[in-house]
C-alpha cells in the first residue's frame, strides 16, 4: 500500500530564493505533520494540520515559513528568503482522525541552501 | 515544558548482545513517551508508545520499553540484537497543549556489530 510521500527528495537552492517541499499523506489520513530534522538531531516540530486547517503551528521557527493543506490531502511546506540554517532534511508525516492515533513518516525531503 | 535526554549518541553492541537505549523525561503533566526507529534513508517508524497503561510496554521487532516514574526513565531494551537493529533511535514525549505531538531527543545511533 502506498505510504507517505515527499517530493522532491533533494533540493539544493541558494541562499534568498523561495522553495516548496511537498507532501502527499496516505489516502484517509485528516492530520499531517511537518517536522524539520537538522543533523544530528531529532526532528522539530513544525505545524500539525487537521483536515484543511492549522490546528498548531506554534513550531514555524518564523514567517519565512509557511504550509497549507487546502483541499485537505496534499500539504506544502513554503520557505521565503532560504538562509543556510535552513538546511536540513524536512519530514512530513499523516495519522487517522487526530494526533493520538500514530503517525506514519515519509522519507523525507533534503534541502540544502547554498 | 516537555524534553527527552537521551544517554549516548552512539551504542555498539555485539549481535545476540543485550540492547539498552537510555532515555531520560522531564515533563510537567503526566508524560505520554514514544519510542521511534530510523533507518538509513527512511521514515521514522514507531516501536512503541506508553500512554499510562501498563508500565512495561512491548514493541514491533522484540523491542520493549519499561516506565519508571521515580527514575523518570524509559530505556528502550531487547533481548537479542541483530544486525537489522543497526539504526536511529529517538525517544520522544508528548508536546504540552493538548495534542499527542512528539517532542524527540537527540536520538542514539545502534551499531551491531557481527
Same mark, same amino acid.
Given at each position: 500500500?502506498?505510504?507517505?510521500?515527499?517530493?522532491?527528495?533533494?533540493?539544493?537552492? #541558494?541562499?534568498?530564493?523561495?522553495?516548496?517541499?511537498?507532501?502527499?499523506?496516505?489516502?484517509?489520513?485528516?492530520?499531517?505533520?511537518?517536522?524539520?530534522?537538522?543533523?544530528?538531531? %531529532?526532528? #522539530?516540530?513544525?505545524?500539525y494540520?487537521?483536515?484543511?486547517?492549522?490546528? *498548531? *503551528?506554534?513550531?514555524?521557527?518564523? *514567517?519565512?515559513f509557511?504550509?497549507?493543506?487546502?483541499?485537505?490531502?496534499?500539504?506544502?511546506?513554503?520557505?521565503?528568503?532560504?538562509?543556510? %540554517? *535552513?538546511?536540513?532534511v524536512y519530514?512530513?508525516?499523516?495519522?487517522?482522525?487526530g494526533?493520538?492515533n #500514530?503517525q506514519?513518516?515519509?522519507?523525507?525531503?533534503?534541502l540544502?541552501?547554498? | 515544558?516537555?524534553?527527552v535526554?537521551?544517554?549516548?549518541?552512539? /551504542?555498539?553492541v555485539?549481535? $545476540? =548482545?543485550? /540492547?539498552?537505549?537510555?532515555?531520560?523525561?522531564?515533563?510537567?503533566?503526566?508524560?505520554?513517551?514514544?519510542w521511534? /526507529?530510523?533507518y538509513?534513508?527512511?521514515?521514522?517508524?514507531?516501536?512503541?508508545?506508553?500512554?499510562? =497503561?501498563a !508500565?512495561? /510496554?512491548?514493541?514491533?521487532? $522484540?523491542?520493549?520499553?519499561?516506565f519508571?516514574?521515580?527514575?523518570?526513565?524509559?530505556?528502550? !531494551?531487547?533481548?537479542?540484537?541483530?544486525?537489522?537493529?543497526?539504526?536511529?533511535?529517538?525517544?520522544?514525549?508528548?508536546?504540552? $497543549?493538548?495534542?499527542y505531538?512528539? !517532542?524527540?531527543?537527540? $536520538? !542514539?545511533?545502534?551499531?551491531?556489530?557481527?
Amino acid at each position: 500500500g502506498a505510504g507517505v510521500s515527499q517530493t522532491p527528495s533533494n533540493k539544493v537552492t #541558494e541562499k534568498g530564493k523561495y522553495v516548496e517541499l511537498r507532501c502527499d499523506p496516505i489516502s484517509g489520513h485528516t492530520a499531517l505533520y511537518w517536522y524539520r530534522q537538522s543533523l544530528g538531531q %531529532g526532528p #522539530e516540530f513544525l505545524i500539525y494540520f487537521q483536515g484543511t486547517g492549522a490546528a *498548531d *503551528d506554534s513550531g514555524l521557527p518564523n *514567517d519565512r515559513f509557511f504550509a497549507v493543506r487546502p483541499e485537505g490531502s496534499v500539504s506544502t511546506l513554503k520557505i521565503q528568503r532560504t538562509e543556510r %540554517g *535552513d538546511s536540513a532534511v524536512y519530514l512530513c508525516a499523516s495519522s487517522s482522525s487526530g494526533s493520538y492515533n #500514530e503517525q506514519f513518516f515519509g522519507p523525507g525531503t533534503r534541502l540544502t541552501v547554498l | 515544558a516537555q524534553s527527552v535526554t537521551q544517554l549516548g549518541s552512539h /551504542v555498539s553492541v555485539s549481535e $545476540g =548482545a543485550l /540492547v539498552l537505549l537510555r532515555c531520560n523525561y522531564s515533563s510537567s503533566v503526566p508524560p505520554y513517551l514514544f519510542w521511534y /526507529v530510523q533507518y538509513p534513508n527512511q521514515g521514522l517508524q514507531l516501536l512503541l508508545k506508553y500512554t499510562s =497503561a501498563a !508500565t512495561l /510496554v512491548k514493541g514491533i521487532n $522484540g523491542f520493549e520499553a519499561e516506565f519508571k516514574k521515580s527514575e523518570t526513565s524509559f530505556h528502550l !531494551t531487547k533481548p537479542s540484537a541483530h544486525m537489522s537493529d543497526a539504526a536511529e533511535y529517538f525517544c520522544a514525549v508528548r508536546r504540552s $497543549g493538548g495534542s499527542y505531538i512528539p !517532542t524527540f531527543g537527540r $536520538g !542514539t545511533s545502534l551499531i551491531v556489530h557481527p
